[in-house]
């Protein structure tokens, strides 16, 4: 078993006692009269020797220094006396009270009170003089006092710790707070640039390639058209979003969102870009009039809806993508329908990053998210998910709830 280390400081203070304790005794003064001694000589400093030899180990074992000092200040008082015995001894009760366990702690304090009491009243009694009283002031001091002043001192420095456990705590949530913030804030990047570029990227991939694979100049002018249609159009958007994450000004005003109205225009480029695939598309807003849904649920909803019409673009067979809104039950609901099965001719890759951007989006407004081939029917574009000609009808489909209180009242 390993002996705890002493600390410098016990070393230090129980050199300087000891040395002021031997010249106290050199020069002949003691606290007691010499009625009051019976051995005479060197014995005096036994106790001032033991005392100061507790002093060492006053941190690393408190209480049993404080239990054998107090048998060696009372072995003081059958000598003449030395001061720096009595001094060092409240030291140890200090010590005691400061390093010891909290059962130490909270005990010392409550018997040097009792024991500062009943040596008042046990002198007085004997006594029956009013100078008594100043016996029983002199224990105070050297018992209760330091015992006190020590729990004060512990308490501060229990409460300076909680303070920077605290405090460490409140800066590891903050540091948690803050990664958190940041990945939030790069998802929420990432699904916005995905959404904004990867429409156009997609009609440029899937034009250039119709032409280099197609030997046709009328075929070929078409798609360089609608190429630069979509390059134009993306480098506008990419300078936007460039222009925000740049923005310094500190400005907390939010930037103008797509809306719901601009649906129609966004479906109308659709079409110019999926014509050359054998692509239509059409748009059904079954919403009641003059209808305005709070911004976070038209972003979403305007977002999906451009997403899969990039799907639509990239993955889509010849036919039909119907575009539907509804608006019932306190929720608006998203539904892109397009033709599922084995396209011919160019195709852009695609990554599955769509759909969980989507994905993301519908459950961050609590809704409900689903995206997959569904069965065949004769309605075109309908709830049912089938096309005209029996094919299978790949169906996104988003529900997002909108409280009563929420809906922004009509311009």
């Known amino acids: 078993m390993r002996l705890p280390r002493t600390h410098r400081d016990d070393v230090l203070i129980a050199a300087a006692g000891l040395a002021c304790g031997l010249l106290l005794w050199s020069l002949g003064l003691y606290t007691q009269g010499p009625g009051t001694e019976l051995p005479a000589g060197p014995v005096v400093v036994a106790p001032l020797a033991v005392m100061t030899a507790l002093a060492v180990v006053r941190r690393t074992m408190p209480r049993t220094a404080l239990l054998a000092g107090t048998v060696a200040v009372v072995a003081d008082q059958f000598t003449r006396g030395n001061l720096i015995t009595v001094v060092m001894f409240a030291d140890l009760v200090y010590a005691a009270v400061v390093y010891g366990p909290p059962a130490s702690a909270r005990r010392i304090p409550v018997t040097t009170g009792l024991i500062t009491i009943a040596v008042t009243l046990g002198f007085l009694a004997w006594y029956r003089e009013p100078e008594a009283l100043l016996i029983g002031v002199v224990t105070g001091l050297i018992t209760f006092f330091p015992a006190i002043t020590g729990a004060v001192v512990r308490n501060h420095r229990e409460a300076a710790d909680a303070a920077r456990l605290r405090a460490g705590q409140t800066a ?133 809806v451009q997403e899969s019409l990039t799907n639509a673009l990239k993955h889509a067979d010849a036919g039909e993508v119907t575009v539907r809104l509804e608006s019932a039950d306190h929720a608006l609901t998203v539904q892109v329908t397009s033709p599922f099965g084995a396209r011919p001719g160019p195709r852009a890759p695609g990554s599955g990053a769509g759909l969980v951007g989507m994905r993301e989006r519908v459950a961050l407004l609590g809704g409900e998210f689903e995206a997959g081939p569904d069965g065949g029917g004769t309605d075109g574009g309908g709830p049912d998910g089938g096309g005209a000609d029996g094919h299978r009808m790949w169906r996104v489909r988003a529900v997002l709830p909108v409280a009563e209180d929420d809906k922004e009242p009509s311009a």
Do not use: C, W
């Open 172 to 304: 590891l949530l903050a540091e948690m707070d803050r990664r958190n913030a940041v990945i939030a804030e790069r998802s929420r990047m990432a699904r916005e640039l995905h959404d904004l570029v990867a429409g156009h990227l997609s009609a440029i991939a899937i034009h250039s390639t119709a032409a280099l694979s197609l030997d046709d100049p009328k075929t070929s002018r078409y798609a360089l058209g609608v190429i630069r249609e979509n390059s134009v159009q993306g480098l506008a958007e990419m300078r936007r979003l460039i222009g925000l994450l740049r923005d310094t000004s500190g400005h907390d005003e939010p930037a103008a969102a797509p809306t719901l109205d601009g649906l129609e225009p966004l479906v109308r480029q659709a079409g110019l870009n999926g014509s050359a695939g054998g692509l239509t598309f059409r748009l059904v807003d079954d919403r009641a009039p003059d209808t305005r849904l709070p911004a976070p649920v038209e972003l979403a909803a305007y977002r999906i």
